[in-house]
């Protein structure tokens, strides 16, 4: 971690006490109101719970202190994707999307967005700079992309974008703002579900966008209130709990996964192997060049459907479920979310057990398996 990441992380718990009267509670209160008092008053005050809320503000302080940027809290990591397409694009425009990332994403693209004329296309993660971006009025990467992990150049692609006149998006769910920093390489826009590794504990949904651009802020801010996808209090208060871990739980998780994928790599029933950083995985130089961190998911193949299904089910510390991040190892055969994976396609995400424990569980299902 770099010497600015480690000093976000000191400061992360102690933001709100810059501000404390004397008795005032330590931890963030929870406000759960949908109205306000506001005699004579129309500006500078809450008023209503559709627009703004003192817990919101809170969690959104703690990101943007992470992101060094503005940022916006939605219910849930599609809320705030959603935002950046119809805040932001208009019938008549182009957006290009990873073929590979997030299916929901191009779901998304491909049933709402091109209804109203808005045309969608896609391009592998590996390849994205081939063919240029002219006519793009908005370019999203994933990166490293879900499930498969391959990674982008984040500064060349943004560099490229805005020679064409486009802004560029990039959803940083996997990695946090204490893995990879988008904004740094010239995103324009960070967007992640905070419902993974963010909150970490599996028991609530969230997002958030992230831009230094009051104007894209504005527009984004402006289409929540009107469209109504507002976080709950409750869900903030959360989020913003687990924000105070996030530095210690993705330093185990992150150096837990780099042991484990060394390990899997010499397993004989492990194939196509992908954890950017393994030597000789084709990500490898990349990811050092633009990640703090190499992540938390590791994926891999095994023989077939039933082998992969036996290892996750057999395994007592890996829960079988979808999602990633939580503080439980959790892995999922993603050909059944209906990505574009052979059947024995595993995505493993490394969670907070001590990684020597972790691994002979992992080893031992291994082996149950065969090759």
Not at 326 to 336: D, F, L, M, P, Y
Request: charged share 25%.
């Amino acid at each position: 971690m770099s010497e600015t990441a480690k000093s976000r992380a000191a400061e992360l718990s102690h933001l709100r006490s810059r501000d404390f009267a004397s008795g005032d509670p330590v931890p963030l209160p929870l406000t759960m109101a949908s109205i306000f008092h506001t005699p004579s008053v129309e500006t500078g005050v809450d008023q209503y719970g559709r627009y703004d809320n003192p817990t919101w503000r809170a969690v959104e302080h703690v990101l943007g202190h992470l992101e060094d940027a503005q940022c916006v809290s939605f219910p849930s990591g599609m809320g705030a994707i959603s935002s950046v397409f119809f805040a932001l694009l208009k019938s008549g425009d182009r957006v290009l999307l990873p073929a590979d990332g997030y299916h929901a994403t191009r779901a998304m693209a491909e049933r709402f967005l091109k209804p109203l004329g808005i045309t969608c296309d896609t391009r592998p993660t590996p390849t994205f700079l081939d063919g240029g971006f002219k006519g793009y009025s908005q370019v999203f990467v994933e990166t490293p992309s879900n499930p498969r992990l391959d990674i982008c150049d984040i500064a060349t692609i943004a560099k490229a974008v805005h020679e064409q006149g486009g802004i560029l998006v990039v959803d940083n769910t996997t990695m946090t703002p204490f893995g990879q920093r988008p904004l740094d390489f010239g995103a324009d826009i960070v967007v992640s579900a905070d419902t993974k590794a963010v909150n970490g504990h599996s028991d609530v949904l969230f997002g958030h966008v992230a831009s230094r651009d009051a104007d894209i802020i504005s527009k984004v801010t402006d289409w929540r209130a009107m469209a109504g996808g507002i976080p709950g209090p409750f869900e903030a208060w959360l989020v913003h709990r687990g924000l105070e871990t996030l530095e210690v739980r993705f330093d185990r998780m992150c150096s837990s996964a780099e042991t484990i994928a060394q390990r899997l790599k010499e397993h004989r029933a492990v194939r196509g192997l992908r954890f950017p950083g393994l030597n000789g995985d084709p990500s490898h130089n990349l990811a050092r060049a633009q990640m703090e961190r190499f992540g938390f998911l590791i994926s891999f193949e095994l023989a077939s459907e039933d082998k992969a299904e036996d290892f996750i089910n057999n395994c007592p510390l890996i829960e079988a479920a979808t999602s990633f991040g939580g503080v439980h190892t959790s892995a999922e055969r993603r050909s059944k979310r209906g990505d574009a994976v052979p059947p024995g396609f595993v995505r493993l995400s490394v969670g907070c057990e001590p990684v020597e424990e972790l691994w002979k569980a992992i080893e031992t299902s291994l082996d149950g398996i065969g090759a």
